[in-house]
């Protein structure tokens, strides 16, 4: 099922040059239709060198003759420390959908290091419009002091907030999470600050057709330097980016979902960033689909567009503005119209155990989405579903909507 013409590259590709150790055992090889050079025991393990872009098809082939491949190590690179990695996950009928990765040695994720009960107060440096005239609704970058604690996070968490004043019961409001912004190094790469993308949430009553307006959000919002904020957390494993400089990153965002991607982006391509963590040197691919109902509405846009300018090999911009743009149909250009129409390219990527895929922002986005990369999937005799699922065992798809 699994297309190895698609997944392979080019042999002189930086990652086709790679090689590979497969440790094997059970193989049983047929004179005549599998030939090869490695001589096969009858018991024990057997050890194969496979380049990186004939992973998939020297694993089918193992397959096909009864192999089970124990392990898989890299051989060519620095930093292997004689570890093998787990081998790769198959379907029940034998065949591989996706070639998982070898796994990189688990890091430590702070979780949690200050609970609603006992928040963090932390004051707030600045707090920033991001909307410009004639853009819809109100967005902030609110940047808070963390100095004198030890919150810390790394990109793809969330932060919760603590609002000030009591509900309508006379009970301490609750928290709400939003997903950081800033890299966790945090905008002034002091290690003492963390950012978040807030959009006041407003909407009609049903009932009275009264506007309201979030508590969480208007608190944030509104808020004035220097003023406290509680603070807790950071939570979330769901969105870490991988520590692979060479991976493949695929953005789709919409709105404030642009938050945990600014991070990703910065740490990937910031100078200042790039100068003061000189252990990760970003230099793969980053393609961030972004939806916004207005060019006004493109958050961080002047930033990005000077990174897309700057990288323009390793960086990709792609905007869905749907009051702005219209589809193929004549109807709004909305992000899953985006992924559509780039559905083969995305596919193809997706084929790479290096690429990683990354959904954030309103949760109407997921079943176009997917709407979009089934029929793709079909196309080449896949069920996305499956193919999906098997990518998020893999630790390669991740989604976080609201």
């Known amino acids: ?79 292997t420390n004689g570890q093998s990695a787990p081998a790769a996950a198959q379907q029940d009928n034998g065949k591989s959908m996706t070639q998982a990765t070898p796994k990189a040695k ?6 949690n290091l200050y609970k609603p009960k006992n928040p ?9 419009p991001l909307v410009d005239e004639g853009g819809s609704g109100i967005v902030q970058h609110i940047k808070i002091d963390l100095s004198g604690s ?3 996070y790394v990109e793809g968490q969330s932060a919760g907030i603590i609002p000030d004043g009591t509900d309508e019961k006379g009970k301490p409001h609750k928290l709400r999470l939003y ?28 009932e009275s057709g ?5 508590t969480c959000s208007s608190f944030l919002c509104n808020i004035e330097p220097g003023a406290e904020v509680k603070v807790t957390g950071p939570v979330g494993k769901e969105m870490l980016l991988p520590d692979d400089e060479d991976a493949k990153v695929i953005m789709l965002a919409t709105g404030t979902g642009i ?54 090999e390793n960086f990709e911009l792609t905007y869905a503005i749907s009051r702005e743009q219209q589809n193929a149909e004549g109807g709004k250009m909305y992000i899953q119209n985006r992924v559509a129409e780039n559905a083969a390219r995305i596919w193809e990527m997706i084929q790479d155990p290096k690429t990683h895929t990354y959904m954030c922002g309103l949760k109407g986005m997921e079943d ?17 579903n499956e193919f999906r699922k098997q990518m998020k065992k893999e630790h390669r798809w991740h989604v976080e909507t609201y």
């Open 150 to 152: 030890d919150y810390h």
């Open 259 to 312: 938050a945990p991607f600014r991070a990703y982006l910065w740490r990937m391509f910031k100078d200042a960033e790039r100068e003061a963590n000189p252990e990760y040197q970003f230099h793969g691919k980053a393609w961030l689909i972004f939806g916004v109902p207005y060019t006004a509405n493109i958050l961080y846009k002047e930033e990005l567009e000077e990174l897309q300018a700057k990288y323009p």
């Open 1 to 79: 099922m699994y297309n190895p013409s698609v997944s392979g590259g080019s042999a002189t590709s930086v990652s086709g040059s790679r090689l590979y150790r497969y440790e094997v055992k059970g193989l049983r090889q047929n004179a005549e239709t599998d030939k090869m050079d490695n001589p096969i025991r009858k018991s024990g393990s057997v050890f194969i060198t496979v380049p990186y872009n004939r992973m998939n098809q020297e694993m089918q082939r193992i397959t096909r003759m009864g192999g089970e491949i124990v392990s898989i190590t890299p051989v060519n690179e620095a930093d």
């Open 210 to 214: 009264e506007t309201v307006y979030g």
């Open 368 to 384: 176009g989405i997917d709407a979009a990369m089934a029929a793709e999937a079909e196309k080449n005799g896949i069920d996305w």
């Open 106 to 111: 688990k890091k430590d994720i702070p979780v």
């Open 179 to 206: 997903s950081i912004a800033s890299t966790q190094h945090g905008d002034d790469l002091d290690d003492k600050t963390v950012s978040l993308c807030v959009r006041q949430l407003e909407y009609q009553d049903p």
């Open 120 to 128: 963090l107060t932390a004051k707030v440096i600045s707090n920033e």
